[in-house]
């Protein structure tokens, strides 16, 4: 977020959020709409994470 700030303020353009203000919204959007991630251990004690295909599906079906 703070380079695509930096960003766009190098291209002039004004009045630009915060950047606690973005990771605010951001967060917000990612609890109502977000996919979430499971953590798991494998038998070998491996950590792995995997997003959730329910909520990869229902975004799917919100966007379609």
């Given at each position: ?31 109502l709409y977000g996919i ?8 070998l004690g491996h950590i792995?994470?995997?997003n959730s295909l329910a ?10």
């Open positions: 977020m703070e380079i695509i700030s930096w960003g766009m303020a190098v291209l002039g353009i004004d009045d630009l959020p915060s950047i606690s203000s973005m990771k605010n919204v951001s967060d917000n959007l990612q609890d979430q991630t499971h953590c798991y251990e494998g038998a792995y994470y995997v909520d990869q599906i229902a975004q799917v079906c919100i966007l379609n």
